[in-house]
């Protein structure tokens, strides 16, 4: 029901933009977020975005630096990463409809996840 896309190699201080779209049963009107996760390791919150859109909030680790965002249409939603690290290297993973805090991954709807690797 979400799918991402978006995600691949890039060097450290570069971009991507990750896609996440919903068929139409879902996220439309939910709120969004975007989670990462590396092997061994819990999966970690990285973005939050409300069913508005304007409601934004970040995990410090990429504040300053990533955007989430929600298409238009709003059952889609980017996550613009700009000045990448290494340790930013993960899978992603967007999520719709949290059934808990906005920072748990309590979330209703998953995508397949997508890989972005920060080579140094």
């Known amino acids: 029901q979400l799918v991402e896309s978006g995600g691949g190699l890039v060097q450290a201080g570069g971009s991507l933009r990750l896609a996440c779209a919903a068929s139409?049963?879902?996220?439309?009107?939910?709120?969004m977020g975007w989670f990462r996760q590396t092997a061994g390791a819990e999966r970690e919150f990285v973005a939050y975005?409300?069913?508005?859109?304007?409601?934004?909030y970040y995990a410090d680790s990429v504040k300053g630096r990533f955007t989430i965002s929600r298409g238009n249409a709003r059952n889609s939603g980017y996550l613009q990463m700009n000045n990448l690290k290494p340790e930013d290297t993960a899978v992603y993973y967007c999520?719709?409809?949290?059934?808990?805090?906005?920072?748990?991954?309590?979330?209703?709807?998953w995508g397949q996840g997508t890989q972005v690797t920060v080579s140094s």
């Open positions: 999520a719709a409809d949290p059934s808990s805090d906005y920072y748990t991954p309590l979330y209703n709807y």
């Open positions: 139409k049963h879902t996220a439309n009107s939910y709120s």
């Open positions: 975005v409300s069913w508005s859109g304007v409601y934004t």
